[in-house]
């Protein structure tokens, strides 16, 4: 049955690998980057909002005290959003996200 269940897994696996040619990243790379200014509001209209998303992910707990109630905290923050500079036609570079 543990054979069976590998060959089934390989098979169902094989069409949804892929590598992507480095020279069409490259080019995307250079192409998109090439006039790209981070000090530059991320939107085409300049008087809207921008959306941030912000995460924050909690790793782990390093102190807990209940007697002087306090907590000690790892954790990271991550944050998003959507620059309008930054976009590309994905059929001119061999269909290639990044």
């Known amino acids: 049955m543990s054979a069976i269940f590998k ?52 790793m782990t707990i390093t102190k807990f005290d209940e007697v002087d109630e306090t907590i000690v905290i790892l954790g990271g923050l991550g944050c998003s959003w959507n620059d309008a500079g930054i976009s590309w036609d994905p059929t001119s570079y061999g269909n290639k996200i990044i």
């Open 7 to 58: 060959i089934v897994l390989v098979i169902l696996t094989l069409d949804k690998t892929n590598g992507q040619d480095i020279s069409n990243v490259k080019q995307l790379y250079t192409d998109v980057f090439a006039n790209h200014q981070k000090e530059v509001f991320p939107k085409v209209d300049q008087n809207t909002p921008l959306k941030i998303s912000m995460t924050m992910y909690l």
